[in-house]
């Protein structure tokens, strides 16, 4: 099936450091989610943005809708050991019950 | 108390066995979804249901069984599975057609078929 391109595929960080990843899709959307799976768990959304060059914040995550629509990008600020997991994206369009997902980027923090 | 609950969270099965997995959501939502995750593979989607209408079947083989009684409710009956069947079985829900578009997630079952 379809998936966006999700980078980087894993990264390692120091406790404390900010972290970024990114979306990309040759479609357009009009929701962008991000969303964080532990191991064995259901994944647990995270942010939802609905306009594009939207800017939203949670806590220490902040997302966005980039402008074409065509991509999305996570920031995580300060790391903490427990943002340790899977984080994706998925795109979804209106009127449709399509959601595409992203590959998914692997966070591991060192303490 | 989380919006989608899935029981059980963990099953093993024999490939003779019947069995089914239950999800329960309590959001209002109008559309249920099955997906199956594998290791190191991205979300499949299984099944659509909307307003209790099955509105996607994504050729999934006829040992996966869904059942939609209700709005809240959805089944994943299992028959005469195979090893390789064994994956993470994630149920979500979501509006019908609102604009949001946020799809909210069950912790999973984790099945294991022997």
């Known amino acids: 099936g379809q998936q966006l391109n999700q980078s980087p595929q894993s990264m390692f960080i120091q406790e404390g450091e900010d972290v970024s990843m990114n979306c990309t899709s040759s479609?357009?959307?009009?929701?962008w989610l991000w969303y964080k799976q532990d191991p064995g768990e259901g994944p647990v959304l995270l942010i939802a943005?609905?306009?594009?060059?939207e800017l939203t914040s949670n806590g220490r995550l902040t997302a966005q809708f980039g402008i074409t629509r065509k991509d999305s990008f996570l920031n995580i600020s300060a790391s903490i050991p427990s943002d340790v997991g899977i984080y994706f994206c998925?795109?979804?369009?209106?009127?449709?019950?399509?959601?595409?997902f992203g590959t998914g980027t692997r966070l591991k923090v060192l303490a | 108390e989380t919006g989608v609950t899935q029981t059980p969270r963990h099953l093993v099965m024999g490939m003779t066995n019947k069995k089914s997995l239950k999800c329960e959501q309590h959001?209002?939502?109008?559309?249920m979804y099955w997906y199956k995750q594998s290791a190191k593979k991205p979300l499949e989607l299984m099944f659509v249901?909307?307003?209790?209408?099955?509105?996607e079947n994504n050729s999934v083989p006829s040992r996966f069984s869904p059942e939609c009684p209700n709005s809240s409710h959805l089944f994943l009956h299992l028959h005469t599975l195979q090893p390789e069947d064994s994956a993470l079985y994630l149920c979500?829900?979501?509006?019908?057609?609102?604009?949001?578009?946020?799809?909210?997630f069950g912790e999973g079952s984790r099945l294991t078929v022997l």
């Open positions: 979500a829900s979501s509006q019908d057609r609102g604009q949001t578009g946020e799809l909210f």
């Open positions: 479609s357009i959307f009009n929701t």
């Open positions: 943005l609905y306009k594009a060059g």
């Open positions: 998925a795109g979804f369009t209106s009127g449709t019950y399509k959601y595409i």
């Open positions: 959001l209002g939502h109008n559309a």
């Open positions: 249901y909307n307003f209790k209408e099955q509105t």
